[in-house]
T-cell receptor, first 109, second 113 residues
Framework: GENVEQHPSTLSVQEGDSAVIKCTYS??????FPWYKQELGKRPQLIID?????GEKKDQRIAVTLNKTAKHFSLHITETQPEDSAVYFC????????FGAGTRLTVKP | DAGVIQSPRHEVTEMGQEVTLRCKPI?????LFWYRQTMMRGLELLIY????????DSGMPEDRFSAKMPNASFSTLKIQPSEPRDSAVYFC???????????FGPGTRLTVT
């Protein structure tokens, strides 16, 4: 089955800096790659996603890139703010969805 | 739409007791997923259904766990007998199909003493 690895497990940045989280996946047939943000005590919520026919997608301060050949994808957050502090999960989906282990992002004011 | 609904939101039970978690997916969604989240193991997929049929239950930890989806609007996850190591947050999620966002319910926080 699909195996998703996510790095780093924790990330601390200064407000205004950029944050990058990277994921790799094993199943070359996976065709949907969402990113979820989970605040403390809350449910995971989608922040951005990308499908396999697209290499890059951007939504304001958030962007995702996908390299299907290398089977890796990344989340980029620019101009980070304290409210970006949360756990971020990547996932890869073909029929079911497998999640990475999560990255705890802390943005220091 | 009310989103994915889970009940109860919190459950505290003693070891050995049966626990039943409930989920109502978003209307029109064809797939339903049960996850378990712990600090140690992260977000684990336990089982998922497509059109009410269990497709992959390889994530179910052991025979004490069972899940059913008798119709398109209801699913249960049962643990019998429960053990302290089952303590976790259990999320239910649904989506239209595999290439669409999964919507998560609020989760059930289970504590087994």
């Amino acid at each position: 089955g699909e195996n998703v690895e996510q790095h780093p497990s924790t990330l601390s940045v200064q407000e205004g800096d950029s944050a990058v989280i990277k994921c790799t996946y094993s199943d070359s047939a996976s065709n949907y790659f969402p990113w979820y943000k989970q605040e403390l005590g809350k449910r995971p919520q989608l922040i951005i996603d990308i499908r396999s026919n697209v290499g890059e997608k951007k939504d304001q301060r958030i962007a995702v890139t996908l390299n299907k050949t290398a089977k890796h994808f990344s989340l980029h957050i620019t101009e980070t703010q304290p409210e970006d502090s949360a756990v971020y999960f990547c996932a890869a989906s073909r029929e079911d969805m497998r999640f990475g282990a999560g990255t705890r992002l802390t943005v220091k004011p | 739409d009310a989103g994915v609904i889970q009940s109860p939101r919190h459950e505290v039970t003693e070891m050995g007791q049966e626990v039943t978690l409930r989920c109502k997916p978003i209307s029109g969604h064809n797939s339903l997923f049960w996850y378990r989240q712990t600090m140690m193991r992260g977000l684990e997929l336990l089982i998922y259904f497509n059109n009410n049929v269990p497709i992959d239950d390889s994530g179910m930890p052991e025979d004490r766990f069972s899940a059913k989806m008798p119709n398109a609007s209801f699913s249960t996850l049962k643990i019998q007998p429960s053990e302290p190591r089952d303590s976790a947050v259990y999320f239910c999620a649904s989506n239209r199909d595999s290439t669409y966002e999964q919507y998560f319910g609020p989760g059930t926080r289970l504590t087994v003493t």
